[in-house]
């Protein structure tokens, strides 16, 4: 059974940092891609950030890029989002996601996903 298991959210102020882990099991992790989506009150989920299987190629929503880093390590079946300067905006549930379609940024490309881990930013 296929499991991603998202943690490291939070509650933080503005303009600080937190790093989220995503841990795959019951998948041979490092045949997906992996991408992080976020979810906010009242909105669409909506694309984050994406890795390719080695690591080699990284793609982020314009909303984060600059602020966001994302990363895997296959040997220990886990990505990571780094996420540093922190604003308002930025609250929401952020999912973890493997994907097994043509577009990353695309939600319904993904075969598997986390529960969920809450980031609220304070102003």
């Known amino acids: 059974q296929v499991q991603l298991v998202e943690s490291g959210g939070g509650l933080v102020q503005a303009g600080a940092s937190l790093r989220l882990s995503c841990a795959a099991s019951g998948v041979t992790f490092s045949s997906y891609s992996m991408g992080w989506f976020r979810q906010a009150p009242g909105k669409e989920r909506e694309f984050v950030a994406a890795v390719s299987r080695s690591d080699r190629s990284t793609y982020y929503a314009d909303s984060v890029k600059g602020r966001f880093t994302i990363s895997r390590d296959n040997a220990k079946n886990t990505v990571y989002l780094e996420m540093n300067s922190l604003k308002p905006e930025d609250t929401a549930v952020y999912y973890c996601?493997?994907?097994?379609?043509?577009?990353?940024?695309?939600?319904?490309?993904?075969?598997?996903w986390g529960q969920g881990t809450q980031v609220t930013v304070s102003s």
């Open positions: 996601a493997a994907l097994n379609g043509a577009s990353y940024c695309t939600a319904r490309s993904y075969a598997y």
